[in-house]
């Protein structure tokens, strides 16, 4: 499976901010752009990127502040900061509050291309196969084929009829197999700050989710529920994501 990482720049200086766009254009990257961290937090709630490049001095909210506030609402989204500060505490800070690289104005660019390259590798490689015993065949469910423009759901190339809820909460979880999905994470994602949804909420639709992608009830499900934590993508099945 292949998703292109989606990573978003916040960055208060126009010329800096295109010149990012640029480079990480280059690289096949989805890039989103926003001058301020509020308005970076905006477009996380609407879009969930794979990963953040921000700029430590920002008009309004600090680099810092913006850093603090991703972490707490999404821990596994990587933070790397961009600044021409080299106070060696600020560094320090910033690493501290979860970030997980530092680069200083100006930049090598091949360095960048880098330093970007070994962060999403964190959150894109696809976890291990389990070993399996010699002269057995693992089993894996129907091939799941999404096309994110047409917003269409296939299984062995049937097409399923989900709901825009449902569509969503698949994208999620496809976008990262194997990783959990708390439910709070999930109602934050999907239905951001409605009051009158809950964790039921949640449960309800994975269900309606689960009971349309499901082909055979004795094969691993597309959709994984991980007790007393949230849900996850089954890492092990075939999912292919196609967005152009």
């Known amino acids: 499976m292949f998703v292109r990482p989606r990573l978003l720049v916040v960055e208060d200086e126009p010329?800096?901010?295109?010149?990012?766009?640029?480079?990480?254009?280059?690289?096949?990257?989805?890039?989103l752009k926003a001058p301020t961290a509020e308005r970076g937090l905006e477009i996380i709630e609407e879009t969930l990127p794979t990963a953040i490049v921000a700029d430590i001095n920002l008009p309004g909210m600090s680099g810092l502040d913006f850093c603090k506030r991703v972490k707490s609402q999404y821990p596994e989204i990587p933070v790397l900061f961009l600044s021409?500060?080299?106070d060696e505490f600020d560094k320090v800070l910033g690493l501290?509050?979860?970030?997980?690289?530092y680069i200083t104005k100006p930049f090598n660019v091949?360095?960048?291309?880098?330093?970007?390259?070994?962060m999403l590798r964190r959150v894109t490689q696809p976890p291990p196969k389990p070993a399996t015993p010699s002269g057995q065949k693992r089993e894996i469910s129907a091939n799941l084929f999404i096309?994110?423009?047409?917003?269409?759901?296939?299984?062995?190339?049937?097409?399923?009829?989900?709901?825009?809820?449902e569509f969503d909460i698949l994208?999620?979880?496809?976008?990262?197999?194997?990783?959990?999905?708390?439910?709070?994470?999930?109602?934050?994602?999907?239905?951001?700050?409605?009051?009158n949804v809950s964790d039921r909420t949640v449960d309800v639709?994975?269900?309606?989710?689960?009971?349309?992608?499901?082909?055979?009830?004795?094969?691993?499900?597309h959709v994984e529920?991980?007790?007393g934590v949230g849900y996850r993508c089954n890492p092990h099945i075939v999912v292919e994501v196609v967005d152009a």
């Open 147 to 165: 096309d994110v423009l047409k917003r269409q759901v296939f299984i062995e190339k049937i097409e399923v009829q989900l709901t825009k809820k």
């Open 225 to 227: 529920t991980v007790r």
């Open 110 to 118: 091949r360095e960048f291309k880098a330093r970007i390259k070994v």
């Open 15 to 31: 010329d800096i901010l295109t010149l990012l766009e640029r480079i990480l254009q280059e690289e096949n990257y989805e890039v």
């Open 96 to 101: 501290e509050l979860g970030a997980e690289d």
């Open 84 to 86: 021409g500060l080299t």
């Open 171 to 195: 994208m999620l979880l496809a976008s990262r197999p194997g990783q959990v999905f708390t439910r709070e994470h999930i109602l934050d994602v999907i239905w951001h700050d409605d009051a």
């Open 205 to 221: 639709h994975i269900g309606r989710l689960r009971e349309k992608i499901i082909v055979d009830p004795e094969k691993p499900p």
